[in-house]
């Protein structure tokens, strides 16, 4: 039985709420409709032929996935590309930010006799490395480094800053009970932090998103969604660089909503708060 | 679930910087003995209470558990701490199971002990919820359930009902009384409260205000269930009261 944050059960959809999800959905609709109303008036006004239409994205929309871009890679395999990208550098600064945030954050004196390197470091801004990263690496390791960049800190500080909230009552009970140090990690610490884990990974994948065009414009082969918008850049076609932007934001946003989801399973323990 | 307990031996002193908070605290506990620790608020009850589950280093002298340094991984320590225990992440079935899974009791066996203890502090049907989705004094239970459900050599309560209002401070008295009876236990029962000092204890140990002393040890030999308005606990209680109160002039 599901319950809710008073513990009074909750019942399976009923009719009105089904309903409102009904009209939440027409409402949104409404307002992308709206919204393309206002875009193809500006696009009257502006008498142009650089600026992008709500037709000419459809039909780039429809070209490129059918026919694919000029040199023959489909949209999908731009999106697939940089999917994975995205995922491989986002991975590593989670697992990286996750262990290095712990270990910082349970033993202080690591993190405030390194502060002064890491914390200039996590100013500098992804772009900045680009030379370097051209430099230094090749291949797949570029983007990775640059998402990685990206990704990284936003995690890493979350669980820094998380760890002197833990509950030192809660460490008590499992050291009274005879936990080793490890139990207190395990069963303590790292279940406290996950919320501020997942908070900091859901920003991080956002800023990941952030830096695929960056690192595509150094990554050297032509695929991807960053790849397929400069290559359309050069062009000067408008219609599909919003196509490559428009599929950027929805892959964002979908793994922003799993995010979400997972968020609310996981952790259905907790109140929350409505005003 | 009986076993032999080893006597617990407490002679401590303990200060935090240039501030004593407990002067030469020094009494043993009995096998399966229910001992109150009595004393005002302040008094150092809590700190103490760390030292003899072995949180906490004393100052000087130490607890002893059977002749041996009390160590919480070598010795089997129940707390029920003051503050509020839960694992907010946990059910109330798997808040009770941490104690198990630290003592490394798993399967059938932990199945079984969560059973019935869930049956005697009265929370069957309550296994899946959240501590956000019960009430304060059913937190404090899942507490004393998770604290009977592993074998313990020494079981210390602290002020575990101070949260809770009188009525129901009183019911889980009487229960903490029955699952005792049920279950043997050596037990050290820290409060400020002296009427539940009474209502429990074989013997009590009333300390002064801070720095911490031993005033006296009283033993409580009447018949349990006590009844709260019976004139020997009331004359009992007074001269707990006249002994803080003396402490407190001194």
Redesign the interface.
């Known amino acids: 039985m599901e319950l809710n944050s008073a513990g009074e059960p909750i019942a399976v959809k009923s009719h009105s709420q089904r309903r409102i999800l009904l009209e939440k959905t027409a409402y949104r609709f409404g307002v992308i409709l709206l919204f393309l109303i206002i875009w193809s008036l500006f696009v009257k006004l502006a008498h142009s032929s650089y600026i992008p239409t709500p037709i000419g994205v459809a039909k780039a929309i429809i070209s490129l996935t059918l026919n694919g871009d000029y040199e023959g890679y489909s949209l999908w395999k731009h999106a697939w590309a940089s999917f994975v990208r995205v995922l491989s550098g986002f991975s590593l600064a989670l697992v990286m930010g996750v262990i290095l945030g712990l270990f910082m954050g349970l033993f202080p004196i690591l993190y405030d006799t390194t502060k002064v390197i890491i914390e200039p470091v996590r100013f500098i801004p992804p772009l900045a490395w680009i030379p370097v990263a051209i430099v230094l690496m090749r291949g797949f390791s570029r983007y990775v480094f640059i998402i990685w960049l990206g990704a990284f800190f936003p995690i890493f500080i979350s669980i820094l800053a998380s760890i002197p909230r833990v509950d030192p009552v809660l460490k008590d009970v499992v050291k009274a009970y005879g936990g080793t140090r490890f139990d207190i990690i395990k069963k303590n610490v790292f279940p406290s932090i996950t919320p501020e884990i997942l908070a900091g990974a859901k920003i991080a994948l956002g800023v990941s998103w952030m830096c695929i065009v960056a690192a595509e414009m150094i990554g050297g082969e032509n695929v991807g969604l960053g790849r397929l918008i400069l290559k359309y850049a050069d062009l000067l076609r408008t219609n599909e660089i919003v196509v490559g932007m428009l599929l950027i934001g929805i892959i964002g946003y979908l793994s922003n909503e799993g995010m979400l989801r997972i968020e609310k399973y996981l952790f259905r323990w907790r109140t929350g708060i409505t005003l | 679930m009986s076993y032999s307990k080893p006597k617990v031996e407490v002679d401590v002193t303990h200060s935090f910087g240039d501030l004593v908070v407990l002067d030469q605290i020094k009494f043993d506990v009995h096998e399966n003995e229910l001992l109150c620790i009595v004393g005002p608020s302040g008094s150092g009850k809590t700190t103490l209470a760390?030292i003899i589950?072995?949180?906490l280093k004393p100052t000087s002298g130490s607890v002893k558990l059977g002749n041996e340094p009390v160590n919480?991984?070598k010795h089997?320590?129940?707390?029920v701490?003051q503050?509020?225990?839960c694992?907010?992440?946990?059910t109330v079935k798997d808040n009770i199971g941490?104690?198990l899974?630290?003592?490394g009791i798993s399967g059938a066996e932990a199945e079984k002990r969560m059973s019935d203890v869930l049956q005697i502090v009265g929370l069957k049907g309550f296994e899946d919820?959240?501590?956000?989705?019960?009430s304060g004094g059913m937190k404090q239970r899942v507490a004393i359930a998770r604290a009977f459900c592993?074998d313990s050599d020494l079981l210390i309560l602290d002020e575990p009902f101070g949260s809770l209002d009188a009525q129901t401070r009183y019911l889980m008295q009487s229960e903490v009384l029955k699952i005792w009876e049920k279950m043997k236990r050596t037990v050290i029962f820290v409060t400020n409260n002296i009427e539940e000092a009474v209502f429990l204890a074989d013997r009590l140990v009333v300390f002064s205000n801070a720095p911490a002393k031993i005033i006296k040890e009283v033993n409580v030999e009447m018949p349990r269930p006590r009844i709260l308005t019976h004139p020997d606990f009331l004359s009992i209680r007074s001269a707990v009261s006249r002994l803080s109160d003396i402490a407190r002039d001194v």
């Not at chain 2, 089997?76 to 707390?79: F, G, H, Q």
């Open positions: 760390n589950s072995g949180l919480p991984r089997n320590i129940s707390y701490f503050a509020r225990s694992f907010p992440w946990r941490i104690a899974e630290l003592k919820y959240y501590p956000n989705q019960i592993v």
